[in-house]
Every structure is written in structure tokens, then in C-alpha cells.
């Protein structure tokens, strides 16, 4: 497999590389040469990862199963590898989860989840990772996977979109914080991607069994890009130093509607969020 010059013999850290986004970018990364440290809390998914990632011919320095919502595990596993390698060139937060829900079938745990994966997640990542790029003095990338619904107010998706607009605020600071150190900042934005996370997705106080809620999520899933389509996309987009990462041209499209047309986007979205509600609360029989 041809190799781009730009990933080739690059230290390459990526969390959430047991599925979905996460192993679909390992596995580009690999096929290109990158060295490769993973991490996932799923722990077969990653040696499974790791096991396909050698057969490309990659070297995977390091891999552990850890929980990047734990600080302390972060904290040490980026210290066992400083310990033995130079510090990174590319540092790639993709793993996150997602429920849905409105404020009033949302319980305290789906907030905190949201927030503890999807944005302190990155965040011990960050704190872990990018001093030691920073004193490397060899600049290198940060890659951050928010979501659509960091950039658009989707339907009951407050607890998702709290994570994910956060971690949008996170990533627009340090790409100007950073760049003085040559560390390019990007943002993945994907909309719909053909993973396990959509497939499996929490939706507080839905039957997900329901013929018609089936139908819905089974429409949004037809909507989607697959992961390998999304990984393609990030790199291309990394290569051309792009802040904003968009996979999907509706999603594109979408948030310069909200930009350039403010109230037309109001208008729609409070009618996009009643379609919505109804299609996920079908009527009761009996």
C-alpha cells in the first residue's frame, strides 16, 4: 500500500481505537506507516485493532485498555510511554458515547457521562500529550472529534451537545494557543457515521424496540457514512492543515444555514424538534 510522506514513521496516539472512527483511523494510519499508540476501555475490540493494525506492517509501540474519563489512568499510561519514546506527532481524541434525551427523561447520569468522556476525556488527554509535544519543539497535530451537535442545536441532544460544544470551545482556544509551537488544532465535525454507537445509542425514556422509533433510528442510520469514509476525510483534512473537519457535505451545509440565516434556522429547528418528538414518542395502544 502506498505510503503518504505525511504520516510515514509518525507517532501517532489515538483513543477510542477499538471501533467505529477510532479503529477505522488506526487502520489508515497503519497502512501508511505511522506508529501507533491506542488506547480504548473495550479491551478486546483493542487487541483486536492492534492485531489487524501489525498486519499492515505497522508498529504499534503501545496499546492499553483504560478509561479516558479516569485522569490517573491517563496520566500514567502517557507517562509509561514518555518514559521510552519521544513525545508524540499527532494526538487523536476520537472516543466518546451518546444518549438522547430531553431535560425531563435525561437522568444526572447521562450528563455526567457526556461530559466525563466526551470533554474531560480529550481534556486529560490534552493535558497528558501536548506539554511534552510543547517542550519537543517539533510541533505535530491535535485532533479533536466533536459532532455535528457541537455545531447545531439537534434535537434532544443537550447532554451530548454539552460535551461537544465544550469540546468545540477547547479546540478553537488551543488552535491559536498552540500554534506559536507549530501544533495544528482541528475539529472533526462528522454527522451520521455507520458505527456501533449509533446502533446502540440510549434514548432516556424511549422503547428503542418500538416499530416506529425503530423506523426513525433505522432512517438517521440510512443517512450515515461509514467509519473508514470519515477516517479518510480526517486525514485529508489534517494534510491540509484544516480547522473545521467536515465528513458529510449536509452537515456542511446545515451550519453555514444557522451562520447566514439565523432566524430561518430557528424557524426550522423548533419544527425539526416536533417531528422529532413525535416520531420518538409514538402513541400509546389501549
Known amino acids: 500500500m502506498a505510503q503518504r510522506s505525511g504520516y510515514a514513521g509518525k507517532r501517532c496516539f489515538l483513543t477510542g481505537a477499538a471501533s467505529g472512527i477510532g479503529r477505522a483511523t488506526a487502520l ?3 497502512g501508511e506507516g505511522a506508529e501507533l499508540f491506542l488506547t480504548d476501555r473495550n479491551a478486546d475490540g483493542l487487541a483486536e485493532t492492534v492485531a489487524d493494525a501489525r498486519a499492515l506492517g505497522a508498529q504499534v509501540s503501545a496499546h492499553r485498555a483504560l478509561d479516558v474519563s479516569d485522569y490517573e489512568q491517563v496520566a500514567a499510561f ?3 510511554i514518555h518514559a521510552s519514546h519521544p513525545a508524540m506527532d499527532v494526538v487523536m481524541n476520537i472516543a466518546g458515547v451518546s444518549a438522547w434525551g430531553t431535560v425531563s427523561t435525561l437522568e444526572h447520569r447521562h450528563w455526567e457521562s457526556m461530559v466525563s468522556i466526551n470533554l474531560m476525556g ?3 488527554v490534552i493535558e497528558s500529550f501536548v506539554p511534552p509535544m510543547v517542550a519537543a519543539g517539533r510541533g505535530g497535530h491535535l485532533v479533536n472529534v466533536s459532532s455535528a451537535a457541537g455545531l447545531v442545536a439537534l434535537p434532544w441532544h443537550a447532554a451530548y451537545s454539552a460535551s461537544k460544544y465544550g469540546l468545540r470551545g477547547v479546540s478553537e482556544v488551543l488552535r491559536f494557543d498552540l500554534a506559536r509551537h507549530g501544533i ?4 472533526v465535525v462528522p454527522g451520521a457515521v455507520k458505527t456501533p454507537l449509533v446502533q446502540t445509542v440510549e434514548i432516556a425514556g424511549v422503547d428503542r424496540e418500538h416499530p416506529q422509533v425503530r423506523k426513525w433510528v433505522d432512517r438517521f442510520g440510512g443517512h450515515a457514512v461509514s467509519a473508514e ?5 480526517i486525514l485529508v483534512g489534517m494534510g491540509r492543515n484544516r480547522y473545521l473537519i467536515h465528513t458529510s ?3 456542511r451545509a446545515l451550519y453555514a444555514f444557522k451562520r447566514f440565516a439565523w432566524w430561518p434556522y430557528s424557524v426550522a429547528m423548533r419544527q425539526v424538534n416536533v417531528i422529532f418528538t413525535k416520531a420518538l414518542r409514538p402513541p400509546k395502544v389501549g
Open 184 to 187: 495544528r488544532v482541528s475539529l
Open 78 to 80: 502517557a507517562a509509561d
Open 229 to 233: 469514509h470519515v477516517a479518510d476525510r
Open 122 to 124: 480529550p481534556i486529560h
Open 249 to 251: 457535505p449536509d452537515i
Open 28 to 30: 489508515k494510519l497503519a
